[in-house]
């Protein structure tokens, strides 16, 4: 009896197919098939139905994930403690973030740990709409909970505070002068994001709420809203460092600069386990040391 043939079974069943279980388990998909065969042939039933399409269980599929995924899991769980307390940094780690953050302050971290962990993969999925929470099988999924709730069966740690602003093409801020509080707003296009319902603010006249109606564009895609708002399409409240280069090149200008936007803030979602694998610890920790030496150069630019 080979027990691997019964993760593989389960690998497939969690990822939905061969060819994602065999990318996530860094196996060839001929292995994973042999596998399952292996498996089918001493249960002597067919265990899955394989169409060009999807995957389905069959009876006796079903009867054997509910007996044995728990178990396994548990085993893949006490192996990945084993390497945590070793200290190896080793397999793939597997992330999904928000377009907005995982484009502007993933990628450099994730250049950084592959370079210091060379047997470490990633494999980082942006997203434009919300992040599904763990539905395929990633190690951290980060999110800004505004929008969502974290399950009771995950960890959750606040990783980031990104300053917001609202900005805006130059001729379109022109063909509106006289604008000087968040209530303003009302009378330009908003370029929104999916599930924007209202924008806060704070500043000299305490905290206000605008709320969203009818905006121009409506788009989880914050590079596609970006773009509107090059073209003079409309107000963007997006994060600075995302459109740090428009602002630079004048294509955009800041609107309301006395008044704070509230910050998007990123948690990180971690599977509830009893500890952190190294692979992913390693990764939060470079994020926060490189969110720490961001802080302090913007603090200095200010001074």
Not at 169 to 178: T, Y
Request: charged share 25%.
């Amino acid at each position: 009896m080979h027990w691997d043939d019964f993760d593989a079974f389960c690998q497939v069943v969690d990822h939905g197919g061969f060819t994602a279980a065999a990318r996530a388990t860094d196996r060839p998909k001929s292995s994973l098939s042999a596998s399952v065969s292996r498996l089918e042939g001493l249960i002597g039933a067919r265990l899955l139905e394989r169409t060009t399409r999807r995957l389905r269980l069959t009876e006796a599929g079903e009867s054997l994930y509910r007996e044995v995924s728990k178990p396994i899991a548990q085993l893949r769980e006490f192996a990945a403690d084993a390497v945590t307390k070793s200290g190896q940094v080793q397999g793939a780690l597997r992330i999904a973030a928000p377009y907005e953050f995982g484009m502007h302050h993933l990628a450099s971290v994730a250049c950084a740990v592959m370079r210091r962990h060379p047997k470490l993969k990633i494999e980082l999925e942006v997203e434009h709409a919300l992040v599904p929470i763990f539905e395929r099988q990633y190690d951290v999924v980060f999110s800004a909970l505004e929008h969502s709730f974290a399950p009771a069966t995950v960890v959750t740690r606040r990783v980031y505070s990104l300053e917001r602003g609202v900005f805006a093409a130059p001729e379109l801020v022109a063909r509106h002068p006289g604008f000087s509080t968040p209530a303003d707003l009302h009378a330009l296009p908003l370029l929104a994001g999916s599930s924007d319902a209202h924008w806060d603010f704070k500043g000299p006249e305490g905290s206000v709420e605008i709320e969203v109606r009818n905006p121009r564009m409506r788009s989880g895609n914050a590079g596609v809203r970006l773009e509107a708002a090059k073209a003079g399409l409309g107000v963007i409240r997006v994060t600075a460092t995302f459109c740090a280069a428009a602002v630079a090149q004048g294509q955009l200008v800041r609107l309301l600069p006395e008044w704070e936007c509230a910050p998007l803030r990123i948690y990180a979602l971690l599977p509830g386990r009893r500890l952190v694998p190294s692979k992913v610890r390693v990764f939060l920790d470079e994020l926060e040391s490189q969110g720490r030496r961001e802080a302090v150069s913007r603090h200095s630019a200010k001074g």
